[in-house]
T-cell receptor, first 112, second 113 residues
Framework: QKEVEQNSGPLSVPEGAIASLNCTYSDRGSQSFFWYRQYSGKSPELIMFIYSNGDKEDGRFTAQLNKASQYVSLLIRDSQPSDSATYLC????????????FGTGTRLTIIP | KAGVTQTPRYLIKTRGQQVTLSCSPI?????VSWYQQTPGQGLQFLFEYFSETQRNKGNFPGRFSGRQFSNSRSEMNVSTLELGDSALYLC????????????FGDGTRLSIL
């Protein structure tokens, strides 16, 4: 079992709809969770992070965390063609082992 | 403020050769992490350096090594190259270990023939 799992997609969503991206992780001790966006041919950039159970909203993006289910999700409201990218879920280890473990990413395409 | 700079951008090598990649972090950033990105395995952590010391290491063979200099610049070396080492190698920097966000460079695309 991979440490961080994502559906590789591709996920196609109509413009203006809600895109839902999911991620599960295996290490129950994980404390910090991140979503990176990577455009084709570009390097990843951080778009959201979440540390506590529940929802965290930032503009059109909402990150959701459920530690009991070891599940993290990213919702993108009012999807735009510029949201078309690969979304990488990343989980950080505890103090002293702060390496980021990434999922393989979900490729999202917003259809105009 | 300049971003993370990786050189070279592209590299072609043959099996058995060795290669050295360079990463200059954002000014003031002291932590540098290296990742390998391939279509099948995604982004995999190689190692992290802070204050010239390796703090964390991923599950890669000993052919992969790195170091960090006193100015925080980092290099990674891969010896006895194999076809499977073909990948995009990304470097990311942050102020301190574990800080987010990590700022990624544009990467070095390594192709092994």
């Amino acid at each position: 079992q991979k440490e961080v799992e994502q559906n590789s997609g591709p996920l196609s969503v109509p413009e203006g709809a809600i895109a839902s991206l999911n991620c599960t992780y295996s290490d129950r001790g994980s404390q910090s969770f991140f979503w990176y966006r990577q455009y084709s041919g570009k390097s990843p950039e951080l778009i959201m992070f979440i540390y506590s159970n529940g929802d965290k909203e930032d503009g059109r993006f909402t990150a959701q965390l459920n530690k009991a289910s070891q599940y993290v999700s990213l919702l993108i409201r009012d999807s735009q063609p510029s949201d078309s990218a690969t979304y990488l879920c990343a989980v950080k280890g505890d103090f002293g082992n702060e390496k980021l473990t990434f999922g393989t990413g979900t490729r999202l395409t917003i259809i105009p | 403020k300049a971003g993370v700079t990786q050189t070279p951008r592209y590299l072609i090598k043959t099996r058995g050769q060795q290669v050295t990649l360079s990463c200059s972090p954002i000014s003031g950033h002291r932590s540098v992490s290296w990742y390998q990105q391939t279509p099948g395995q995604g982004l995999q952590f190689l190692f992290e350096y802070f204050s010239e010391t390796q703090r964390n290491k991923g599950n890669f063979p000993g052919r992969f090594s790195g170091r960090q200099f006193s100015n925080s610049r980092s290099e990674m070396n891969v010896s006895t190259l194999e076809l499977g080492d073909s990948a995009l190698y990304l470097c990311a920097s942050s102020l301190l270990p574990g800080d987010q966000p990590q700022h990624f460079g544009d990467g070095t695309r390594l192709s092994i023939l």
